[in-house]
């Protein structure tokens, strides 16, 4: 990615400015110098989630920032960062009332089933640069939808090299989901169940299940789904611990005096999240953090992981790096989190056990902060009209607006509401 942080770029808030990172969390030339420029007492660093390219970021921050100047106090003089990372969305996952301009931010058009669509592909390959030749295997797989074991055997392969997972996790040490290890007619099968839960046609309803192996093809389109967001977790916390987190370290040792708010949506919680990791012991700078369906697990804050005693999740204790609380806002309508990170997520060799799937593997943005003893849980009028506390966890059940969204993700992306931008003023203490 080019340039660096820079004033303005589409956003109607100011002082605004773009920090940029790449997938090893290395800033691009410039990232934090306008923030020295801002003459604030007040912060917002907000951390998009999956998206087709910068643009529909700027239009995400544009969109998000807009009513926080009416919100604020009269001695709240705010400054506004967007975090741009590499990250992707399919072009066939809805974001209500969010046009971005330009093709590579459009839905897709109707009728392209299981095949990749145009934008699609094209962000693929800047996902995954230097890929074009599996790449174009696996668009070539999922348009010609082939009856044959083998083929699904060529698909799993290919995905799996494209995640990075080559080896079986038992020679490396390292954690993979079931999904790239378990037989993938089966891992196909599931996710094409799980399609039809979230009310998504099996691809594009161009076909049944009575089709035979043909009808998997529409789980396993998802199933390379589920394989970008694999990625983006693991970019995610790299890019927060050791882009992010750094960055807001020096500026903060500059200017001790500046009040930092973090925000993220989805992948991009876990950015801010990690970011905490890099916050200088008995430093308090960090105000409050606000996660928008935050997709990673909602054990993350927990000293004692309820199916292991001996670990704490991946962020334990992490919540007293903030001067204020950590607010996980949540929505039963966000199927992307409801339906399909519980599935993505289980680990090669675990069953569900004893919890279920579903609370061995959920995420903090389905059903809010989970095994963090006192963290209270609230609904949002609640939090609107009583306040938040002023420290720890606290989930709040966003549900009565982030509740819009068609198949296969839901409500994930329908964030752009005065509310929540509410519940940051409050969380922040920055209110009237």
């Known amino acids: 990615m080019s340039g660096g942080a820079a004033w303005g770029t589409g956003v109607g808030v100011s002082p605004y400015a773009e920090l940029v990172f790449d997938a090893d969390g290395d800033p691009a030339p410039g990232t934090g110098t306008a923030l020295d420029a801002m003459e604030v007492t007040d912060l917002l660093v907000f951390a998009h989630g999956w998206n087709s390219e910068p643009a529909t970021s700027t239009l995400l921050y544009d969109r998000f920032f807009e009513p926080f100047p ?38 897709a058009e109707p009728g392209f089933g299981t095949a990749l669509d145009p934008d699609t592909r094209r962000a693929l390959g800047r996902f995954w640069p230097g890929r074009e030749a599996e790449l174009d295997r696996v668009a070539e797989l999922l348009e010609e939808r082939p009856e044959s074991q083998a083929a699904f055997v060529e698909f799993g392969a290919l995905v799996r090299e494209l995640a990075g997972v080559v080896a079986v996790p038992a020679a490396t040490g390292e954690d993979v989901p079931a999904m790239f290890t378990e037989d993938v007619l089966e891992v196909c099968r599931r996710f094409t169940d799980a399609l039809a839960e979230a009310g998504a046609a099996a691809g594009g309803a161009e076909f049944s299940v009575g089709d035979g192996l043909r009808a998997l093809w529409s789980g396993a389109k998802e199933v390379l789904r589920q394989a970008t967001y694999y990625e983006m977790k693991k970019r995610a916390a790299v890019i927060g611990e050791r882009g992010l987190g750094p960055v807001l370290a020096r500026l903060a040792a500059r200017r001790p005096a500046l009040r930092v708010h973090l925000i993220g949506h989805s992948f991009g919680g876990r950015v801010v999240s990690f970011s905490l990791r890099a916050v200088p012991g008995g430093a308090r700078y960090v105000k409050s953090l606000t996660l928008l369906q935050g997709a990673f697990s909602h054990y993350a804050f927990t000293d004692r992981l ?65 095994a963090v003893a006192g963290a209270p849980r609230m609904t949002l009028a609640a939090a609107l009209r009583d306040g938040l506390p002023t420290a720890g966890c606290v989930s709040v059940d966003a549900g009565a607006v982030v509740r819009r969204g068609g198949a296969p993700t839901g409500a994930h992306s329908d964030i752009c509401h005065e509310e929540l931008a509410r519940i940051v003023v409050a969380a922040g203490r920055m209110g009237r």
């Open 70 to 107: 009416d919100l604020v106090g009269p001695a709240v003089r705010l400054g506004y960062a967007g975090v741009l990372w590499p990250s992707i969305r399919f072009a066939d996952e809805p974001i209500p009332d969010f046009d971005p301009p330009g093709p590579a931010g459009t839905l």
């Open 306 to 370: 309820p199916h292991d005693k001996s670990r704490g999740g991946a962020l334990h204790g992490l919540q007293r790096a903030v001067d204020g609380p950590v607010v996980a806002c949540h929505s039963p309508y966000d199927t992307a989190l409801k339906v399909f990170y519980p599935l993505a997520s289980r680990m090669a060799g675990d069953s569900a056990g004893v919890l279920g799937l579903d609370e061995r593997w959920g995420a903090l943005g389905h059903d809010g902060v989970q």
